[in-house]
């Protein structure tokens, strides 16, 4: 069974930057984010394809995150910039990816991204 772990969150102030790394237990296509804010569902944030080079956003985010692939490592990256305290959520890693943005069968446990005003 697919393990995924997530690394890199923390609280930030707002305008600030993140990277958060998603490694698998073993290579997967198709890795996704996702977040969920208190009270709010979870929601999609971005994917990354196998090679790195197909990527997927939701509008909210497009402008300010940029995702990334590391096969070597079974790794996914998310960048993201210019964070705003709306931005606050558990961030999760996922897999594989029902392109372009439909959650697979595991998950990460999660990682906190608090931004500060």
């Known amino acids: 069974q697919l393990q995924l772990e997530e690394s890199g969150g923390g609280l930030v102030e707002a305008g600030g930057s993140l990277k958060l790394a998603c490694t698998g237990s073993?290579?997967?296509?198709?890795i996704g984010w996702f977040r969920q804010a208190p009270g709010k569902e979870r929601e999609f944030v971005a994917a990354?394809?196998?090679?790195?080079?197909?990527?997927s956003y939701s509008d909210s985010m497009k402008d300010r995150v940029t995702v990334s692939k590391d096969p070597n490592k079974n790794t996914a990256l998310l960048q993201m910039n210019n964070l705003k305290p709306d931005d606050t959520a558990v961030y999760y890693c996922?897999?594989?990816?029902?392109?372009?943005?439909?959650?697979?069968?595991?998950w990460g446990r999660g990682i906190q991204v608090t931004v500060s005003s």
């Open positions: 996922n897999a594989p990816i029902d392109w372009p943005n439909i959650p697979g069968p595991f």
């Open positions: 073993y290579k997967t296509n198709n």
């Open positions: 990354v394809g196998q090679s790195g080079r197909t990527t």
